[in-house]
């Protein structure tokens, strides 16, 4: 046995104190409240709750404090614990019609019943440091005036809105309306269906759909897409408990969904029409959002009779390899030791160098043969 | 309102034995049941998300929580060596969640989870060993699909691979494959043996005792039962071959086990010793020597020989 593997358990725990060390910082620094990176830091937790597939808020900042602000590490913490709840039942479907709206915009009409509504976005910030905030005390009134008018009652979606005209791709659930996938509790098989790929994507690592919707629209892929639709804010989550047989309100959950509304030239059976891209991902996550709507639209290629040339178009290449968890844990692997196969290879390249080598001393003058001589 | 548990001691029954939920846990021995019933055939399972990361054992470590028992004795190596860092990771995990009775010695164990390696003495009927797989599927870098690689499968269609091992053969007059080396199950699935080094792959062959397959981050199991054929690809011209050492391990001067290589100094010195730590000790305890053992002993490289 040898020192360089021997004592790796006290190794590995020491490491634990240094991580903890590390994450704890300069101690003259105060200490980081969960409340504090909840409050204050409500978009990453946003993403850590999309990535590691849990809507928990509290979790989430504590996840990333624990993993020091490492979205994907924090997204693998909610993961494991994740995986050990235990499964209740299922809630009633989302109606994002009700949504109470907090922001509402549409790239596709001027104007729509319900308005278009900003909301927070640092979409008209001008990306110049606000100073201000390094001084700590400084920051004091953030209060937003309220508007004049309330917003409209109804705002209708924007796909409902075509769709009234019959312009819109129809889309009902399935025969039967099945409970949609789990993709955590069952292992996905391949053509995957648009339950399983939504899925994947909303639980995806949000660079990796970003670079992916951005490939459909540089032409890697022939979508089309306007933004129908982006709207932000909170949703009822509700469920029917067996032994009441009527649903009651657990929660409300913040949400961000987006339709995009694609060309589509028809086929011999369907007339011209227009697509739905669809994204949905918790907290207020726009970029997540429109970026899966893009891959969405993509990988329904397949349904429309196109070529799916591209990677974005393929279910195969984007469900694989949107995970972030499992992709961080594979290609992190490398670092386990792999002695015993590097080994191997030393042993065939030396082998086939010192063969070649006597092959060139016995003929010094004719070049390498030739395959298979 | 969420309650959070926090995972202290006094909240440590909130994980149930082998930490895997007894549902969960039926799902896996259902599936290892279609595996062993059907040898070297990718059976698809619903792989949960483990607290440890995807690539570093978590297919391996489901099969194990699934079938480990409070009578198991459980020896995890990773490389060969029982005390490589992500074994003994994985390790206390299984003493922590199941309390289990770990050992080094391949002989007492009951249960074998591995990493690259198969332990050097024969294994005993009545064993279980338990394969780490990060890419459960041999046919993937031929073919990148897996709706195309299990249509393959289903037809026993492995021209592809043939080919492959025969344009090895043209190019360096040799199969370049050094581990992971494919084999024919049963006579009828191609299947990976995992990154196990070809020098190991005949031990699977005919072995008395069971192995079992897991691969987590890819969601399949399989499974080899005893007494299976366990045969590595080759041509009748060509036939299957291993890796040899020109000189024995240093330390044991065992002169038939798989050898890693030491880098002793910045001079090109090396040594090389067994792989397989348990099997390299034993040898040693028993009174073999090998050339470098004293001076290995008097560095501190080796425990002290007398307390072996």
Not at chain 1, 347 to 353: A, D, F, N, T, V
Not at chain 2, 220 to 239: C, E, K, N
């Amino acid at each position: 046995m040898y020192v360089a593997v021997k004592g790796g358990e006290a190794a590995i725990l020491a490491t634990h104190d240094l991580v903890a060390e590390a994450r704890r910082g300069d101690e003259s620094v105060p200490e980081l409240a969960v409340a504090q990176i909840r409050e204050q830091m409500g978009l990453a937790c946003g993403r850590v709750m999309n990535e590691g597939s849990l809507y928990d808020p509290d979790l989430a900042a504590l996840a990333l404090k624990q993993a020091q602000g490492d979205a994907i590490e924090a997204a693998f913490l909610m993961r494991a614990y994740r995986t050990t709840l235990p499964r209740f039942g299922s809630s009633e479907p989302l109606d994002t019609a009700k949504m109470a709206i907090r922001r509402r915009i549409s790239a596709t009409y001027k104007d729509l019943p319900g308005g278009q509504v900003l909301g927070p976005t640092y979409d008209y910030t001008h990306r110049l440091f606000d100073f201000a905030l390094m001084d700590e005390a400084a920051s004091g009134e953030a209060q937003a005036r309220p508007a004049a008018q309330p917003l409209d009652a109804s705002m209708p979606r924007v796909p409902d809105i075509l769709g009234a005209e019959g312009l819109m791709e129809e889309e009902a659930p399935p025969e039967g309306d099945p409970r949609p996938f789990d993709l955590t509790r069952e292992p996905v098989t391949f053509p995957a269906d648009r339950d399983v790929r939504l899925q994947a994507m909303a639980r995806g690592d949000e660079g990796f759909m970003l670079g992916l919707g951005y490939s459909v629209q540089r032409g890697y892929g022939n979508t089309h897409p306007f933004v129908g639709e982006v709207r932000v804010g909170e949703v009822s989550v509700e469920y029917v408990p067996e032994e009441l047989g009527f649903a009651v309100d657990l929660g409300d959950v913040t949400l961000t969904e987006c339709q995009m509304v694609n060309q589509f030239a028809g086929s011999k059976e369907v007339p011209p029409q227009f697509t739905r891209g669809y994204g949905l991902s918790f907290g207020h996550s726009e970029r997540k959002a429109m970026s899966m709507s893009l891959v969405d639209r993509a990988l329904k290629a397949r349904e429309f009779g196109e070529a799916a040339t591209y990677p974005a178009q393929q279910d195969e290449f984007v469900l694989y390899h949107s995970d972030n968890v499992e992709a961080a844990g594979f290609v992190e692997h490398l670092k386990l030791p792999h002695y015993v196969d590097f080994q191997g290879e030393l042993e065939l390249i030396r082998r086939i160098r010192r063969e070649r080598e006597q092959r060139l001393a016995d003929q010094p003058d004719e070049a390498l043969p030739e395959a298979a001589e | 309102m969420t309650v959070h548990q926090s995972i202290s001691d006094e909240t440590r029954p909130a994980y149930n034995y082998a930490y895997l939920d007894e549902q969960t846990k039926r799902m896996i021995r259902r599936a290892l049941l279609k595996a062993v019933a059907v040898p070297g055939y990718q059976v698809p399972f619903g792989s949960r998300e483990m607290p440890l990361a995807r690539g570093w054992g978590t297919g391996g470590i489901q099969v194990t929580a699934a079938i480990i028992g409070p009578d198991d004795t459980l020896k995890v190596i990773d490389q060969g060596a029982d005390d490589t860092t992500n074994a003994v990771s994985i390790r206390r995990f299984f003493e922590r969640t199941a309390d289990a009775r770990t050992t080094e010695a391949t002989d007492e164990a009951t249960i074998i989870q591995t990493r690259h390696r198969i332990p050097e003495a024969p294994l005993k009927a009545g064993q279980i060993m338990v394969y780490q797989v990060p890419q459960p599927e041999p046919l993937r870098k031929l073919e990148p699909h897996e709706a195309e690689t299990r249509k393959m499968h289903a037809w026993a269609e492995y021209g592809l691979m043939q080919v492959k091992l025969y344009e090895n053969i043209a190019r360096f007059g040799e199969v370049t494959t050094t581990y992971d080396y494919p084999v024919m199950v049963n006579g009828r699935y191609v299947m990976a043996p995992s990154p196990i080094p070809k020098f190991d792959n005949p031990k699977m062959q005919m072995s008395p005792a069971l192995q079992l397959f897991g691969a987590g981050r890819e969601k399949r199991i399989y499974a080899v039962p005893p007494h299976t054929s366990v045969r590595s690809l080759d041509f009748d011209d060509h036939p299957f071959r291993i890796q040899s050492w020109e000189q024995p391990c240093a330390l044991c001067g065992a002169a038939d086990s798989y050898l890693d290589e030491v880098v002793i100094d910045d001079q090109g010195g090396r040594m090389f010793v067994c792989s397989d730590s348990h099997h390299c000790e034993t040898r040693r305890a028993d009174g073999h020597r090998g050339a470098m053992l004293a001076d290995a002993s008097a560095l501190h490289l080796v425990e002290d020989e007398a307390k072996p």
